[in-house]
C-alpha cells in the first residue's frame, strides 16, 4: 500500500462522509427523483471534459455560442448546460439565467438543489482527482418520488435563490447553522436543508466543522495549520475567479 | 482568513501569493511554495504536474498533510460554484479589512464581483 493509501485509509471519516453522500445520492430528493439526481451527478462528472463547455468557456461572450448540450432522458438540454457550467464557467452564471431555467420549468427551489448535488459531487471527484485516485461510482437511483417539502421562513431577497432566513431557522432544521453564524454560503442551498447537512459533512472532512472555523491556529485534529490551509483556499479561490 | 490566522500566530504572510504574485515564493507560510504549487497542479489538471507537485509536498511533509490539502482544495471548488451559482453577496461588503484585502488583491475585476456590487 503507497504512503498516500495508507494516510488515507487512516482518515475513516473521510470515506464515511463519501459513503453517506452517494447513498444521499441515490434517494428521492425535494424536487428532482432519484434518477434525476444520479442524472444530475453524471452531467457534472461529464462537464470537465466537455468540448462544448471548452468552447463556451473560450467565448468573450457565451451567447456566441449557440449550441446546446444534448439533453438525456432525465434532463433538459438547458438544465444540462447551467449543470455544466456551474462546474466550468461558474463566474459568469447571471439571474437571467436561472430566470430562463425557471421558465423551462425548473423553479428556482429545484435549481436551489441541483446546485447543491452538482458542487457537492464535484468537490468528491476533486478530492480523487487530487491524489489520483479513480472517481466512485455513481449509485443506483432508488424508487420513489421528490418530496416536494420546503422549510419554513424562506426569503428571496439574496442572491438567485430562495434561503431561509437568517434567523429564520425551526426545529426541523435547526441544524443546519449554529446560531450568530448564518453566512450567506451556508444559506444559499437551505432551500433544501439536506445539501446543506452534505456540505457540512464534506467540509467537515476536508477542511474544518462549522463549530471549528473560528479557530484560526491550529485544529487539534488537523496535521496543517489554519495559516496553510487558508494559503491553498486564497490560491483555488483566486484562481477560480471567486470574489465572495 | 488568511490575514487573520497569520496575524494571531505572530507571523507575516503574503496575500499577493493567492493571485500568483508573489515575490516569497513560501508566502511567508511553512510549506508555502509547494503548498501553492499543489494547489495550482490540482486545478490544472495535468497529471504529470499534479504527480510532480504532490510527490514534492509528501516528501517535504507527510502523505497525511497531503491528503489534507486535498481535501482543502477539494473544498473551496465547492465554495466558489455555490457562491457563483447562487449569486450570494459577500455578507459584509463594508468591512474596512475585506475592502483593503480585495483592493489589494485586484479582486473587483473578478465576475462574480457583481453579485455584491450591483451594476449602475
Known sequence: ?244 | MLRVSAKLAGDTVDLTALTGASDTKDAGVKHGALLLAFAEAVMSRGSSTLTMARDALEQASSAGIVIEAAGVAANFQRMVRIADATGIPVDDMASELGSTIREELGLYVFEGAANSIPRP
Not at chain 1, 128 to 139: D, F, G, K, T, V
Open chain 1, 1 to 244: 500500500m503507497s504512503n498516500l493509501n495508507q494516510a488515507l485509509s487512516e482518515r475513516p471519516d473521510i470515506q464515511i462522509a463519501l459513503s453517506n453522500y452517494f447513498l444521499f445520492l441515490a434517494e428521492p430528493g425535494y424536487w428532482w427523483h432519484g434518477a434525476q439526481k444520479v442524472a444530475i451527478a453524471a452531467a457534472a462528472r461529464a462537464a470537465s471534459s466537455c468540448s462544448l463547455c471548452a468552447e463556451k468557456k473560450a467565448a468573450l461572450s457565451r451567447n456566441q455560442i449557440k449550441a446546446l448540450h444534448a439533453e438525456n432522458d432525465q434532463l433538459s438540454p438547458l438544465t444540462v448546460d447551467m449543470i455544466h457550467q456551474i462546474i466550468t464557467d461558474q463566474g459568469r452564471i447571471t439571474e437571467s439565467q436561472v430566470q430562463a431555467l425557471e421558465q423551462s420549468g425548473v423553479s428556482r427551489l429545484a435549481y436551489a438543489e441541483l446546485v447543491g448535488i452538482v458542487v457537492c459531487l464535484f468537490s468528491i471527484d476533486e478530492f480523487c482527482r487530487a491524489l489520483s485516485q479513480p472517481l466512485l461510482e455513481l449509485p443506483q437511483p432508488q424508487p420513489g418520488l421528490a418530496s416536494q417539502r420546503t422549510p419554513d421562513n424562506l426569503e428571496t431577497n439574496t442572491g438567485f435563490v430562495p434561503m431561509i432566513a437568517r434567523e429564520g431557522l425551526t426545529e426541523a432544521v435547526q441544524d443546519l447553522w449554529p446560531e450568530g453564524f448564518g453566512a450567506n454560503v451556508i444559506r444559499a442551498l437551505s432551500a433544501a436543508p439536506d445539501l446543506v447537512r452534505q456540505w457540512k459533512q464534506l467540509a467537515a472532512v476536508f477542511y474544518l466543522p462549522l463549530e471549528e472555523m473560528r479557530n484560526l491556529t491550529q485544529s487539534a485534529s488537523r496535521r496543517l495549520n489554519r495559516m496553510q490551509m487558508e494559503l491553498i483556499a486564497g490560491r483555488v479561490s483566486a484562481i477560480n475567479r471567486c470574489f465572495y
